[in-house]
């Protein structure tokens, strides 16, 4: 079975600093990762995704993600906080079937100005 | 595109009330799914489709129904509302009826039960 771990449920970070959000899976076949991100009060939309192509992924708005296989890790990173920034991340893993995606429980993100 | 609808954006039901939340997509997505998302608990999986005439549980199904007559529609019923499923609810879907595809998500609503 897969799953997903997101440590820490709240980063807060002064705008200009790193943001480093971390994500832990696990999975028996060869995964496909992704970042989704939460806005307040809306749905979810897809940050980036990881299939195989290549171990840096770049996303959205900055971001970026590198798989890391022998640490089981997808953590997403953007160099310099945004005050837009602020929402709530999700890290997600599926396979290459109909299995559906597992979410983690989300890291809400906050910039302090 | 429309992308992905739903109805309504709030509702407020009293225990053991049923109701019939709605989600529709306009890009002919085979997959499609619904999640409820609640405080520390990030998203969970209800139940969701791989096409048209085909539905499966995820992790979360008690209490809900769904059925999936078109490739747009899939409706999600709740038959006896309980305090329990006060929660934000999302539908989304992707194509190819493969969930490693992007899933675009619906705005969500958002029910209280009393």
């Known amino acids: 079975a897969q799953s997903v771990t997101q440590l820490g449920s709240h980063v807060s970070v002064s705008e200009g600093a790193l943001v480093l959000l971390r994500c832990n899976y696990s999975s028996s076949v060869p995964p496909y990762l992704f970042w989704y991100v939460q806005y307040p009060n809306q749905g979810l939309q897809l940050l980036l995704k990881?299939?195989?192509?290549?171990?840096l992924v770049k996303g959205i708005n900055g971001f970026e993600a590198e798989f890391k296989k022998s640490e089981t890790s997808f953590h997403l990173t953007k160099p310099s906080a945004h005050m837009s920034d602020a929402a709530e991340y999700f890290c997600a893993v599926g396979d290459s079937g109909n299995t559906p995606l597992v979410f983690g429980k989300g890291t809400r993100l906050s910039v302090i100005a | 595109n429309a992308g992905v609808t739903q109805t309504p954006k709030f509702q407020v039901l009293k225990t053991g009330q049923s109701m019939t939340l709605q989600c529709a997509q306009d890009?002919?997505?085979?997959?499609m799914s619904w999640y409820r998302q609640d405080p520390g608990m990030g998203l969970r999986l209800i139940h969701y489709s791989v096409g048209a005439g085909i539905t499966d549980q995820g992790e979360v199904p008690n209490g809900y129904n769904v059925s999936r007559s078109t490739t747009e529609d899939f409706p999600l019923r709740l038959l006896s509302a309980a305090p329990s499923q006060t929660s934000v609810y999302f539908c989304?879907?992707?194509?190819?009826?493969?969930?490693?595809?992007?899933?675009?998500f619906g705005p969500g609503t958002r029910l209280t039960v009393l």
């Open positions: 990881y299939t195989s192509a290549a171990t």
């Open positions: 890009m002919n997505h085979e997959y």
């Open positions: 989304a879907s992707s194509r190819g009826g493969k969930t490693y595809n992007e899933q675009f």
